[in-house]
C-alpha cells in the first residue's frame, strides 16, 4: 500500500516530503507568478494590463480541461517517473519564458506549464502520504499542503520583488533554475512508488454520489472564483485606486503572505475539533474582507488590517478544503484530487476572466464587491447548511 521507505527514522527519513514540499512551493509559486508582475509583463509586451490577465485565465482552463483526462491517462505509470518528466518540462518551460515577446509567445509557455500542472496536483497530495515516514502520514500531507499554501501567499510578492530586480522574464527563469534544482532532489530522495488508489472512470459515479464531497467542489469553485476575481488584480487596484506606487504593492503582498502562514496554522488548531466552525468563520470574514477593501484604503492602517485578515482567512479555508478532500475520498484519491484541482483552477482562470471584464466595465475599484458577492453566497449556503444540520458540511463526520 504505501512506498517503500528506504530509511525508517531520522531526517532521512523525511527527505522524500520534503522534496515533495519544495516541489509544490516551485509549481504554485508559479501559478501565481504573474499576478504580481501583470503591469510590468503588460508593458514589456504592449499589451493592456486586462488583456494580459488572460494568462492566468487561460493557464488555469488548460488545468481545469486536461487534470482529470491526463490524470487517468496516465493512472498506471510509476509516480517517481511521471513526477521527473512532470518538473523536467516545467523547468524547460521557464527557461523559454526568456524568448517569449510577444503575448502569444508567452502564452504557449504557460500552457506547457499548465499542462505539467494538471498531473502535478493530481498526484501530489495522495504521494505525499505515502512517502512520509510510518505513522506520520497526517504530518507528511501538512509539509506538502504547507509548501502549497505558502506559496500560494508568499508566491506573489516573492514574485513580484524578484521581477523588480531582474524583470519579469528574470524571475520565471529563476523558477526554472529552482525547479531543476528540486528535479535533481526529487531524484536522489524519493523512492518508486507503483501507482495505487488512482482511480479510474469508473470511480466517478461513486464519487459524485458523496454530498460532502459534491459541496466540496461547488463551494471551491465559487470561493475561489471570488477570491481570484480580487486577487488577480491586486495590484493595479492598490496603484488606482490608492495611487501607490508599484515598489509599495509588494510590502502589502507580503503582508498578505505572511498573514496566509498564520491562519494556515491557526486552522491547524482547530479543524479536527470543530471542522465546520473551521470552515464557516474564515468564510464569512473572507466576504466582508472583500467588501470592506476599497472603503479600507481611505486609512493605511485599515488596508494592512483588512489584508491580515483577508490573508488568514483564505488560508483557513484553503486547509479546511484539503481536509474534506482526504476525509472523503481516499479511495479514489488522485481521480477526486484531479477533479478538485481542475475545479479550482476554473476559478482561478473564471476570477482572473471576470475581474478583467468588471475592471474594463466598471474601473478597477468595483472588482472586489463581484468578489464579495460571490464569497458571501458561499458563507451563507454553509450557514444554513449549519442551522439546519449542525454541520457546515453535508454528510461529513466532523464536529462542529
Given at each position: 500500500?504505501?512506498?517503500?521507505?528506504?530509511?525508517?527514522?531520522?531526517?532521512?527519513?523525511?527527505?522524500?516530503?520534503?522534496?515533495?514540499?519544495?516541489?509544490?512551493?516551485?509549481?504554485?509559486?508559479?501559478?501565481f507568478?504573474?499576478?504580481?508582475?501583470?503591469?510590468?509583463?503588460?508593458?514589456?509586451?504592449?499589451?493592456?494590463?486586462?488583456k494580459?490577465?488572460?494568462?492566468?485565465?487561460?493557464?488555469?482552463?488548460?488545468?481545469?480541461?486536461?487534470?482529470?483526462?491526463?490524470?487517468?491517462?496516465?493512472?498506471?505509470?510509476?509516480?517517481?517517473?511521471?513526477?521527473?518528466?512532470?518538473?523536467?518540462i516545467?523547468?524547460?518551460?521557464?527557461?523559454?519564458?526568456?524568448?517569449?515577446?510577444?503575448f502569444?509567445?508567452?502564452?504557449?509557455a504557460?500552457?506547457?506549464?499548465?499542462?505539467?500542472?494538471?498531473?502535478?496536483?493530481?498526484?501530489m497530495?495522495?504521494?505525499?502520504?505515502?512517502?512520509?515516514?510510518?505513522?506520520?502520514?497526517?504530518?507528511?500531507?501538512?509539509?506538502?499542503?504547507?509548501?502549497?499554501?505558502?506559496?500560494?501567499?508568499m508566491?506573489?510578492?516573492?514574485?513580484?520583488?524578484?521581477?523588480?530586480?531582474?524583470?519579469?522574464?528574470?524571475?520565471?527563469?529563476?523558477?526554472?533554475?529552482?525547479?531543476?534544482?528540486?528535479?535533481?532532489?526529487?531524484?536522489?530522495?524519493?523512492?518508486?512508488?507503483?501507482?495505487?488508489?488512482?482511480?479510474?472512470?469508473?470511480?466517478?459515479?461513486?464519487?459524485?454520489?458523496?454530498?460532502?464531497?459534491?459541496?466540496?467542489?461547488?463551494?471551491?469553485?465559487?470561493?475561489?472564483?471570488?477570491?481570484?476575481?480580487?486577487?488577480?488584480?491586486?495590484?493595479?487596484?492598490?496603484?488606482?485606486?490608492?495611487?501607490?506606487?508599484?515598489?509599495?504593492?509588494?510590502?502589502?503582498?507580503?503582508?498578505?503572505?505572511?498573514?496566509?502562514?498564520?491562519?494556515?496554522?491557526?486552522?491547524?488548531?482547530?479543524?479536527?475539533?470543530?471542522?465546520?466552525?473551521?470552515?464557516?468563520?474564515?468564510?464569512?470574514?473572507?466576504?466582508?474582507?472583500?467588501?470592506?477593501?476599497?472603503?479600507?484604503?481611505?486609512?493605511?492602517?485599515?488596508?494592512?488590517?483588512?489584508?491580515?485578515?483577508?490573508?488568514?482567512?483564505?488560508?483557513?479555508?484553503?486547509?479546511?478544503?484539503?481536509?474534506?478532500?482526504?476525509?472523503?475520498?481516499?479511495?479514489?484519491?488522485?481521480?477526486?484530487?484531479?477533479?478538485?484541482?481542475?475545479?479550482f483552477?476554473?476559478?482561478?482562470?473564471?476570477?482572473?476572466?471576470?475581474?478583467?471584464?468588471?475592471?474594463?466595465?466598471?474601473?478597477?475599484?468595483?472588482?472586489?464587491?463581484?468578489?464579495?458577492?460571490?464569497?458571501?453566497?458561499?458563507?451563507?449556503?454553509?450557514?444554513?447548511?449549519?442551522?439546519?444540520?449542525?454541520?457546515?458540511?453535508?454528510?461529513?463526520?466532523?464536529?462542529?
Amino acid at each position: 500500500m504505501s512506498a517503500p521507505q528506504r530509511h525508517k527514522f531520522g531526517l532521512q527519513a523525511w527527505l522524500p516530503t520534503i522534496g515533495l514540499a519544495f516541489a509544490a512551493f516551485v509549481f504554485n509559486t508559479s501559478e501565481f507568478l504573474p499576478v504580481g508582475l501583470l503591469p510590468n509583463i503588460a508593458e514589456s509586451i504592449g499589451e493592456s494590463v486586462s488583456k494580459t490577465g488572460l494568462i492566468i485565465t487561460v493557464y488555469a482552463w488548460v488545468v481545469s480541461l486536461l487534470s482529470l483526462p491526463l490524470t487517468i491517462v496516465t493512472a498506471k505509470l510509476e509516480r517517481r517517473k511521471l513526477l521527473l518528466w512532470l518538473i523536467f518540462i516545467f523547468a524547460l518551460s521557464h527557461f523559454l519564458v526568456l524568448w517569449a515577446d510577444t503575448f502569444e509567445k508567452l502564452m504557449g509557455a504557460r500552457i506547457c506549464v499548465a499542462v505539467t500542472h494538471s498531473v502535478f496536483w493530481s498526484i501530489m497530495t495522495p504521494l505525499a502520504a505515502r512517502v512520509a515516514p510510518f505513522g506520520r502520514q497526517s504530518l507528511g500531507l501538512a509539509m506538502v499542503m504547507g509548501g502549497t499554501i505558502v506559496a500560494t501567499v508568499m508566491g506573489v510578492p516573492l514574485g513580484t520583488r524578484l521581477g523588480q530586480i531582474v524583470g519579469w522574464q528574470g524571475a520565471f527563469f529563476i523558477i526554472g533554475l529552482a525547479a531543476a534544482v528540486i528535479w535533481l532532489v526529487i531524484y536522489f530522495v524519493l523512492p518508486v512508488c507503483e501507482s495505487n488508489r488512482a482511480g479510474s472512470l469508473k470511480s466517478l459515479p461513486d464519487l459524485l454520489r458523496r454530498p460532502a464531497l459534491v459541496q466540496l467542489y461547488l463551494l471551491t469553485l465559487v470561493v475561489i472564483l471570488g477570491q481570484f476575481t480580487v486577487y488577480s488584480y491586486i495590484s493595479p487596484i492598490l496603484t488606482t485606486v490608492t495611487g501607490m506606487a508599484e515598489s509599495e504593492t509588494v510590502t502589502v503582498l507580503f503582508v498578505f503572505g505572511i498573514s496566509g502562514i498564520i491562519g494556515t496554522i491557526l486552522s491547524t488548531r482547530s479543524l479536527d475539533k470543530h471542522y465546520s466552525m473551521a470552515l464557516l468563520v474564515p468564510l464569512i470574514f473572507l466576504t466582508l474582507c472583500l467588501g470592506f477593501f476599497v472603503l479600507s484604503m481611505r486609512q493605511t492602517w485599515t488596508m494592512y488590517v483588512l489584508v491580515v485578515v483577508w490573508g488568514a482567512c483564505i488560508s483557513a479555508v484553503g486547509m479546511a478544503f484539503q481536509t474534506l478532500l482526504l476525509n472523503t475520498a481516499r479511495d479514489a484519491a488522485d481521480v477526486a484530487t484531479s477533479m478538485f484541482s481542475g475545479i479550482f483552477n476554473i476559478g482561478i482562470g473564471g476570477g482572473a476572466f471576470i475581474g478583467s471584464k468588471v475592471s474594463v466595465a466598471l474601473g478597477f475599484a468595483s472588482v472586489p464587491y463581484v468578489g464579495a458577492g460571490l464569497v458571501g453566497v458561499c458563507a451563507l449556503a454553509c450557514s444554513l447548511i449549519f442551522c439546519f444540520t449542525g454541520s457546515a458540511v453535508l454528510g461529513a463526520k466532523h464536529r462542529s
